[in-house]
């Protein structure tokens, strides 16, 4: 099946530092890429959507100047968060849509990354 | 986007079936219902995928009453490597970029 990958896996900053995370397809291409966070014990929590070529589309309470969210080309996706403090230690996730076509067979399934895990000291 | 609700969590022992199902009383026509397995510190991962009556794969089956207001992933035998939570997920996926949004889940416990 496809695949996603993000890197890097773990990441331990300091407070105030910013963190770039990257997402990347790698037999594929992604015109739409979806960022969630995940606490410990809970579900994901959509974050916004990258769109390749324009700007993300943020869900309602996520700060865009603080997630700043880049869709360069139609294999990558980044996420930066900026000026990090430890309430934004969390686990980050990627995901992209393969989409072989609209005819059968194309499930839209949601490929995801392995995930990020950001600690901010 | 249609709600999902699902149990928080089962306990099942292996070799067992076990049955997760999911509400969704306002799935919209266009709508698939997806199930998506997570482990921890992992990204999810596809499971499978219907739009109505039975869809089954190699590792699982998907039923779906006509109404569609609801859906049951079944797991065959499970074995203790099938302890994760499990997610469902209704959207229009064959049609647009529709965003997924998660709900609770359902944590599986497969106990020896």
């Known amino acids: 099946g496809a695949v996603v990958s993000q890197h890097p896996s773990r990441v331990i900053c300091k407070s105030g530092t910013s963190v770039k995370i990257e997402c990347r397809s790698l037999d594929f291409q992604a015109t739409t890429m979806f960022w969630y966070r995940q606490f410990p014990k809970k579900s994901l929590m959509l974050m916004a959507t990258s769109n390749e070529g324009s700007k993300a589309t943020y869900e309602q309470g996520v700060e865009k100047d603080k997630f700043l969210i880049n869709h360069a080309s139609l294999t990558l996706s980044t996420l930066t968060v900026t000026s990090a403090h430890p309430e934004d230690s969390s686990f980050y996730i990627c995901s992209a849509r393969f989409r072989a076509g609209r005819g059968p067979g194309d499930t839209g399934e949601l490929f995801f990354g392995e995930g990020s895990r950001l600690t901010v000291l | 986007l249609a709600k999902t609700t699902q149990p928080i969590s089962m306990d099942s022992y292996e070799g067992q079936e076990v049955n997760i199902t999911c509400s969704h009383n306002?799935?919209?026509?266009?709508?698939?219902i997806t199930w998506y397995q997570q482990f921890p510190s992992q990204g999810p991962r596809f499971i499978i995928q219907?739009?109505?009556t039975k869809v089954t794969n190699e590792v699982a089956s998907l039923f779906i009453p006509a109404d569609r207001k609801s859906s049951t992933l079944s797991l065959p035998r499970v074995s203790l490597s099938d302890t994760a939570v499990y997610y469902c997920?209704?959207?229009?996926?064959?049609?647009?970029?529709?965003?997924?949004?998660f709900g609770t889940g359902t944590r599986l416990l497969v106990s020896p």
């Open positions: 306002n799935i919209a026509t266009n709508d698939y």
């Open positions: 997920l209704v959207g229009a996926m064959n049609t647009g970029f529709q965003k997924l949004v």
């Open positions: 219907g739009y109505k």
